[in-house]
């Protein structure tokens, strides 16, 4: 891998970083401070609204400047977002539209660079390679992150130990700003071409999208809800960040594991292992959602889910390679990042609705195992795409 790819993997190292220490306990502190799970899939919701129309805007950004600008407004964004949590802190619930609305549009902005950045600074024969190892990065990084901070905040009083947490947080950002300094990029053209991000004639790039759809249904909403659910049943930010720690250094081991074993031959192989593994591990919360239940949830899903996600995400940026339109990649990963979201956001108003007319205890049983099954209809369009020999 070329230098300015090793760049980008500390730039994400210290970006799961600082968010593995706060945005865990974002969600943590609104559940401490309302008890409703409303409020905080009100926030979430905002949040999966705001980065598509953020992509779009960052996206005309990078066609007239280049990736890094981007990238920093999305880090500056996300200083501004802790800036504002620090301002406000105890009042968080009152402010949830504007801080979930932030925290879109930081989300927007970075994940566009650092998606195009990722395109630029790999190539077919290193991605699943870049990949892999980010994905142990980000592992390690997101084993270490809440459980340092959950460690801080047990051994504050009130809330002051949330203070440190999100002050830590904004003091990485910064450093963020500085590292991105050293990165260079291309321009990528005039204007966006809409057209390609809503409508193309690439069938297995309709495949893919189909496939991103249904994975946002599950992706971020299971693990907002599921952190929820071990804070409920615990009442412990320790007990928290310990199984999150051993879950995610277990993501980081899989991810190895997967880099190693998964050749292109293998990879539906892989994903059809990933996609069935993850539908197991949440069977157990349909029976009871219990201590037990939630860690056999977590163990599964951390050791399978990189056998899915990781050639899902090659798959997106070698389908561009392969139909040689690598001009339109900003045009791709904005229609990619717009039915990734369309997921979340159907799933979350779904959540909202069903918590707004329905009492029945067991209802966000059956939620769960709605959303932990839908990488399964996310495997049937994978299946269907015939290049992951690339």
């Keep these: 891998m070329c230098k300015k790819a090793k760049i980008l993997l500390i730039v994400s190292g210290l970006f799961t970083f600082a968010m593995g220490l706060s945005n865990?306990?974002?969600?943590?502190?609104?559940?401490?401070?309302?008890?409703?799970?409303?409020?905080?899939?009100?926030?979430?919701?905002?949040?999966?609204?705001?980065i598509p129309i953020t992509f779009l805007i960052a996206g005309w950004l990078a066609k007239k400047k280049n990736g890094i600008w981007s990238l920093r407004i999305g880090i500056a964004s996300f200083m501004l977002f802790f800036v504002f949590i620090l301002f406000i802190k105890d009042r968080m619930t009152e402010y949830i539209y504007p801080l979930g609305c932030l925290l879109g549009i930081a989300s927007g902005f970075y994940w566009l660079a650092f998606h195009m950045l990722s395109f630029d600074f790999t190539s077919i024969n290193n991605r699943d390679t870049f990949n892999g190892l980010n994905g142990s990065i980000v592992g390690a990084v997101n084993a270490a992150a809440p459980f340092t901070a959950a460690y801080i905040i047990e051994r504050s009083r009130n809330t002051f130990g949330y203070t440190i947490v999100f002050s830590i947080s904004l003091a990485?950002?910064?450093?963020?700003?500085?590292?991105?300094?050293?990165l260079k990029?291309?321009?990528?053209?005039?204007?966006?071409?809409?057209?390609?991000?809503?409508?193309?004639?690439?069938?297995?790039?309709?495949?893919?999208?189909n496939a991103f759809s249904l994975w946002g249904l599950r992706d971020v909403v299971m693990l907002f809800l599921i952190n929820i659910l071990i804070y409920q049943t615990t009442g412990s930010e320790m007990a928290l960040g310990k199984l999150t720690f051993f879950s995610f250094l277990l993501v980081s081991l899989s991810c190895m594991l997967q880099q190693k074993i998964i050749k292109p031959r293998r990879r539906v192989f892989s994903i059809t292992l990933g996609a069935s593994a993850m539908f197991i591990a949440v069977i157990g919360l349909v029976v009871k959602i219990?201590?037990?239940f939630l860690i056999w949830y977590?163990?599964?899903?951390?050791?399978?889910?990189?056998?899915f996600t990781v050639p899902m995400s090659s798959a997106a940026f070698n389908l561009l390679s392969r139909s040689h339109e690598e001009e339109y990649r900003t045009e791709y990963i904005i229609s990619k990042e717009f039915a990734l979201n369309t997921g979340r956001i159907i799933s979350t108003s779904i959540l909202i609705l069903l918590l707004?007319?329905?009492k029945n205890p067991r209802l966000l049983n059956y939620f769960l195992l709605f959303i932990g099954s839908a990488q399964l209809g996310a495997l049937f369009f994978l299946r269907k795409i015939k290049t992951w020999d690339l």
């Design 172 to 182: 990485v950002f910064a450093v963020l700003i500085l590292i991105s300094l050293l």
């Design 298 to 307: 977590i163990f599964i899903d951390a050791a399978f889910i990189p056998f």
């Design 356 to 358: 707004t007319f329905f």
């Design 185 to 209: 990029s291309e321009r990528y053209g005039e204007k966006i071409a809409f057209k390609k991000i809503f409508i193309t004639a690439n069938k297995e790039w309709k495949l893919l999208r």
């Design 290 to 292: 219990d201590y037990m």
């Design 24 to 50: 865990v306990f974002v969600n943590i502190f609104l559940w401490k401070k309302s008890n409703d799970f409303m409020i905080i899939a009100k926030y979430n919701l905002i949040h999966y609204i705001f």
